[in-house]
């Protein structure tokens, strides 16, 4: 599976930003996928993510309420809009999918995604 991220930018605080990931392959539709970012000199860490069918979502709790994740089998992407962002959204984002266990959980680990995108650069300047 190979996955690609678009959408990252320059925006001021308050702006609003959609990224895109794009996956190869014919088994998307089965896929749980998930957003995380990285800043500077920290962490990765889990933003988003949403199941194959994408009728359960989980938000990290910084998250909640500004961001939504949604995804389209149709067109084998998932979708982070990015509404009321901060100068500490300012992060590379990175998408993933986890294609081992749809039925369980969603995760916030990263170690349970098998399949990584490229970052997108998402800057928010004050």
């Known amino acids: 599976v190979q996955l690609q991220a678009s959408g990252g930018g320059l925006v001021q605080a308050g702006s609003c930003l959609r990224l895109s990931c794009l996956a190869s392959g014919d088994m998307f539709s089965s896929y749980n996928a998930g957003w995380f970012r990285q800043a500077p000199g920290e962490e990765r860490e889990f933003v988003a993510a949403i199941n194959w069918r994408g009728g359960r979502v989980l938000y990290a709790d910084s998250v909640k309420g500004r961001f939504r994740i949604s995804k389209d089998n149709a067109k084998n992407t998932f979708f982070l809009e990015m509404n009321s962002l901060r100068p500490d959204d300012t992060a590379a984002y990175y998408c993933?999918?986890?294609?081992?266990?749809?039925?369980?959980?969603?995760?916030?680990?990263?170690?349970?995604?098998?399949?990584w995108g490229q970052g997108t650069l998402v800057t928010v300047s004050s």
């Open positions: 993933a999918v986890e294609t081992q266990s749809r039925m369980g959980p969603l995760s916030m680990r990263s170690a349970a995604y098998d399949y």
